[in-house]
């Protein structure tokens, strides 16, 4: 029988205690077998990827004794085309998250400023910490958009990297083209402006402004950073990228990112996804469609939408959010629940399909005519 060991109490570092560890719940409990589980809490496509990026993966899989190309080349000479930027600007990375977590690391020392919205989406703060920095949120609007003036405020000569998020995640609110080009203007050159497009088609079909020639106009540090895991149906592939302002911006992340982390079956989907704009755009349409849907039955049973021009809506609760998302879990439907000050809370929903939005309205109709 061995001795136990004293408790290290140097180990693990302070900043990693003060995480909370709790990974995405991807398949959910199943509550009633009878019942499918509708998983409308990680802001999925309700559909597969395009059959062009399946069989592509098919066929790559068939490879994968081989690493993969560490930068992507042929993902990213496509990227550079489509946007009209040099390649050497672009750096790809495991879903978007993989670029915000690099911003954290290469623009970061210890004690340094983060500025935020919140709600946000959790990799900001979690990504600040891991840096050793400090993290300031700035609350959302009432409608869920991200509040330009309170963000500018809150920047200060320590403020080193500034996350910017439109769609905004969890709330779905689009900025207007006025106020990314107020941040641009006024936001100081010392720091790093990261302006998070993980819902960019979702936002531009939505009548959203195409935001490159916006950031353009800033001359300090930036990088815009888009999915492949929303409007592409991409999400267990995990490819993202970012589009810098500079490729000495770009050179920053390729230096701070780990060898291989998009893999080759994941690049081959990419690829084959971003050339078949058909697809994408019938599922942006559809996904569309049926928020709007969802929206308005919503409305009708006293819940309140906030605006969103992505694949989810946040909707204010006539009574308890908490409440709400657990009679929704009984019934195997699983959605986010937060607090939303001055109300009961909030539910965030992924738009699912017609089939998963009737029985959502169907649980919440059983509840609210108690």
Do not use: C
Not at 124 to 143: C, E, H, I, M, Q
Not at 303 to 320: E, I, K, Q, Y
Request: proline fraction near 8%; charged fraction near 20%; glycine fraction near 8%.
């Amino acid at each position: 029988m061995g001795v136990p060991h004293p408790q290290n109490e140097s180990f693990p570092a302070q900043r990693i205690k003060a995480l909370v560890s709790v990974p995405a719940r991807v398949t959910p409990p199943t509550k009633d077998s009878s019942k499918p589980v509708r998983s409308l809490h990680l802001n999925e496509s309700p559909y597969p990827p395009s059959s062009a990026a399946i069989r592509a993966m098919q066929l790559a899989s068939e490879a994968t004794n081989r690493y993969p190309d560490h930068n992507g080349t042929d993902l990213v000479d496509v990227i550079a085309e489509r946007n009209d930027v040099a390649s050497d600007r672009i750096v790809i990375g495991a879903g978007s998250n993989e670029i915000l977590f690099s911003s954290a690391a290469i623009a970061l020392d210890p004690s340094d400023e983060v500025v935020a919205p919140v709600p946000g989406f959790p990799a900001y703060a979690k990504s600040t910490a891991l840096a050793g920095g400090l993290f300031v949120g700035v609350p959302v609007r009432a409608d869920g958009l991200v509040d330009v003036p309170a963000m500018l405020k809150a920047v200060t000569g320590r403020t080193r990297v500034v996350f910017v998020s439109s769609p905004h995640n969890p709330t779905g609110g689009l900025l207007p083209k006025k106020e990314i080009e107020r941040l641009v203007k006024e936001l100081p050159d010392h720091l790093l402006l990261h302006f998070d497009e993980a819902y960019y088609e979702f936002g531009l079909a939505a009548g959203g402004p195409e935001t490159l020639p916006i950031l353009a106009g800033r001359t300090g540090p930036w990088i815009a950073s888009r999915s492949f895991s929303k409007a592409y149906g991409l999400a267990g592939a995990r490819v993202g990228y970012g589009i810098a302002s500079s490729a000495e911006v770009a050179d920053a992340y390729r230096r701070a990112r780990i060898n291989f982390t998009v893999g080759a079956v994941a690049l081959a989907g990419a690829l084959a996804a971003i050339r078949d704009p058909a697809h994408t755009h019938a599922t942006i349409d559809k996904i569309a469609a049926e928020r709007d849907w969802l929206a308005a039955r919503l409305q009708e049973l006293g819940f309140v939408s906030l605006p969103s021009a992505a694949n989810f809506l946040t909707v204010l609760t006539p009574l308890s959010a908490s409440v709400v998302e657990n009679k929704l879990a009984t019934e195997n439907i699983y959605v986010i629940g937060m607090p939303w000050r001055d109300t009961h809370g909030a539910i965030r929903i992924t738009v699912g399909t017609r089939e998963d939005s009737e029985a959502v309205i169907a649980s919440l109709k059983s509840l609210v005519n108690k």
